[in-house]
Each structure stands twice: as C-alpha cells, then as structure tokens.
T-cell receptor, first 110, second 114 residues
Framework: QKEVEQNSGPLSVPEGAIASLNCTYS??????FFWYRQYSGKSPELIMF????GDKEDGRFTAQLNKASQYVSLLIRDSQPSDSATYLC??????????FGSGTQLTVLP | EAQVTQNPRYLITVTGKKLTVTCSQN?????MSWYRQDPGLGLRQIYY???????DKGDVPEGYKVSRKEKRNFPLILESPSPNQTSLYFC?????????????FGSGTQLSVL
C-alpha cells in the first residue's frame, strides 16, 4: 500500500464547476498536509497546507482534513482553465519526512 | 528575485560517466532536498540537508551522493550513472523547522542516461 494515494485521473470538470481532489494516507501519526500544483513542464508550487481537522479556505481553494478517516481533499471553486494542472498531495508522517502522492491530473474545460 | 537555481536543465549522458547537478538558493534557507519524479511514482526524496554539513538519506538514495559545504549550495552527484537513473530531478529548499515542508522548487533537470 502506498503511503499517500491519489486518484491519478485525469479529472475533467467544466469551467465554473467545483473540482474535488482527494488524497488518503496510511500513517496515522501524520501531522501536516500539503497541496502542491504542478503545471505541465514546470516545477511544483505550494498552494495550500492544513494541520488541523476541518476546513481551511484560501480564495477559491479549500483544503479539508479528516484525520480519523485519514483523508485530505482540495476543493477548487469556480474552476478556471488556468487551474488545469497536476495536483500533488503531500503528507508529513510520524518520521517527520514529507511524502508525496503521485498526483491527480485536472483538466478544466472551457 | 528569490529562487532555487538548478543546472543544467537537460542532460544526456552515458552509463558510468560521473556527473553533477548543481543547486543553489538565494533565500537563506536552512533545509534543502533532492527529489526525482517518475511517471506514476510521484516525487521521491533522494537526500536532504537540515543545515550546512548535515545531510541524510531520503527514500531512494542508492547511486547518489550529496554535499552541503555552504548554506546556499546542495549539489547532487551521480558517481556512476545507470539507465534506471533516467528521471526528472528537482532541488527544493525551505526555511526549516516546522515550515520545512513548505518547499520552493527549482526548475528541474531532465536527465537521460544511455
């Protein structure tokens, strides 16, 4: 079992819709959770992080964390074509090292 | 401009020919790390450094060496490259401590080993 699992997609949503990206992790001692965005041919960039159960909102992005169920999600409201990218979930486990999922490819259709 | 600079962007080499990929950051970051990215496997950590002269193995260190003689530089060395090291490599840095997972990435180095 992978430590951090994501549906590889591709996930396609129409412009203006809500895109929902999900991630599960196996280490119950995980403390910190991150979402990185990677445009095709570019390097990853941090867009969201969350440490506590619940929701954290930043503009059109909302990160949701449920430690009991060991999942973290990213919602993108009012999706735009410029949101088309691969979204990487990353989790800091009990050993304090960051582990990345393999990413979900999102396409927002105009 | 705050950045992590990797060189070269593209590199084609042959099996066994030693190579170095350079990484430099101008943000006074304590933490630096190397990752490789392969299709379906995501980003996997090769080595990391918490500070000058402090380095440690990540998840896939075999076949790689690093050094951290200065705070700003963290070169990745492949002493005897093999075809299974063909990959996209990223250097990353951060302030360390609780924020060390908030990484700034370089532009990447696409390495092909023939």
């Amino acid at each position: 079992q992978k430590e951090v699992e994501q549906n590889s997609g591709p996930l396609s949503v129409p412009e203006g819709a809500i895109a929902s990206l999900n991630c599960t992790y196996s280490d119950r001692g995980s403390q910190s959770f991150f979402w990185y965005r990677q445009y095709s041919g570019k390097s990853p960039e941090l867009i969201m992080f969350i440490y506590s159960n619940g929701d954290k909102e930043d503009g059109r992005f909302t990160a949701q964390l449920n430690k009991a169920s060991q999942y973290v999600s990213l919602l993108i409201r009012d999706s735009q074509p410029s949101d088309s990218a691969t979204y990487l979930c990353a989790v800091t486990g009990s050993a304090r090292q960051l582990t990345f999922g393999s990413g979900t490819q999102l396409t927002v259709l105009p | 401009e705050a950045q992590v600079t990797q060189n070269p962007r593209y590199l084609i080499t042959v099996t066994g020919k030693k190579l170095t990929v350079t990484c430099s950051q101008n943000m006074n970051h304590e933490y630096m790390s190397w990752y490789r990215q392969d299709p379906g496997l995501g980003l996997r950590q090769i080595y990391y450094s918490m500070n000058v002269e402090v380095t440690d193995k990540g998840d896939v260190p075999e076949g790689y060496k690093v050094s951290r003689k200065e705070k700003r530089n963290f070169p990745l060395i492949l002493e005897s490259p093999s075809p299974n090291q063909t990959s996209l490599y990223f250097c990353a840095s951060s302030f360390g401590g609780r924020g060390r997972e908030k990484l700034f990435f370089g532009s990447g180095t696409q390495l092909s080993v023939l």
